[in-house]
């Protein structure tokens, strides 16, 4: 039995050598020079063939150029590859301006609620771009990566945000109920969002800055850090690990507030004395 796993691994490693000589005398040493290969558009198919694009390493060469997408409008927004993005809330047909690198401009595409490249293997990688949202109703927004966001003029019953990555999120304007979820290092400044309620959920060392003026509930798990510049008149903590809370007033920060627990105490009768 080991004989002949062992005869299956030698010839597999025989026709392995045999294959990428096959390559290297086809594509010639230019193409192992110049990095490698890939499939031409992105796809597994009978009818693809192999080929190099210097594209695939080199997204940020080319002059900088604007683009605009057509777009039909969304209440949501998926902001899927590298970019510093601008939602600007205005009436009137939706619209998404990119601006960057020629080559990775032209290869940005919305396909629903997202923006993204057009190919899977881009994703993440590549320069970071500009982009300009222009939509009336957008209330939910996703956002990962090392990407930014910028809410301005914002004006609707609810605001949801997740962030995940080391994203980071800015908004200004007006909320009855916001409602964060943050993963990993992402960081959302609310300091000018006037909101009644807050909802605020981190795990991992997430920051969060939020002025609701009637509720919050903070859920921490990990070491992130929730500011509240104001002192909602309800307010449910329930922390787990070293994240903690801290009140911020006009004279300074002050210690972490009290709050309701998320969970019943213990009645009287049931602690020591």
């Keep these: 039995m080991i004989r002949v796993l062992l005869m299956i691994a030698v010839a597999g490693f025989v026709l392995s050598v045999g294959a990428l000589s096959a390559a290297v005398a086809i594509g010639g040493p230019d193409a192992i020079a110049r990095g490698g290969w890939w ?3 992105g796809r597994w198919s009978g009818h693809n063939e192999w080929s190099w694009d210097s594209d695939h390493h080199d997204t940020d060469s080319g002059p900088q150029v604007t683009r605009t997408l057509e777009w039909t409008g969304a209440d949501s927004l998926d902001v899927n590859l590298p970019a510093d993005v601008r939602y600007i809330q205005t009436d009137g047909p939706a619209s998404v301006t990119v601006t960057g690198p020629e080559r990775a401009v032209q290869r940005v595409v919305v396909r629903g609620d997202s923006i993204r490249y057009r ?15 222009r939509a009336p109703a957008i209330s939910s927004f996703d956002v990962s990566g090392r990407s930014s966001l910028a809410i301005e003029g914002y004006r609707q019953d609810s605001l949801r945000i997740e962030v995940s990555g080391e994203a980071e999120v800015e908004a ?4 009855q109920e916001v409602n964060l979820d943050i993963s990993g290092r992402g960081d959302v400044d609310l300091a000018a969002l006037k909101t009644r309620g807050a909802v605020v959920d981190i795990s991992g060392a997430g920051d969060a800055t939020v002025a609701p003026t009637e509720w919050a509930r903070l859920e921490i798990s990990g070491m ?8 909602p008149a309800r307010l449910e903590t329930d922390i787990s690990g070293a994240g903690r809370v801290r009140e911020e007033s006009p004279q300074g920060p002050s210690e972490e507030p009290s709050s309701t627990p998320a969970t019943p105490s213990p009645s009287p009768k049931s602690s020591k004395l």
């Design 119 to 133: 190919h899977r293997h881009h994703m993440g990688s590549g320069p970071k771009l500009t982009i300009v949202v």
């Design 172 to 175: 200004a304007g007006e909320a």
């Design 39 to 41: 499939l031409a558009d």
């Design 224 to 231: 992130g850090d929730v500011r509240l510049l104001t002192r």
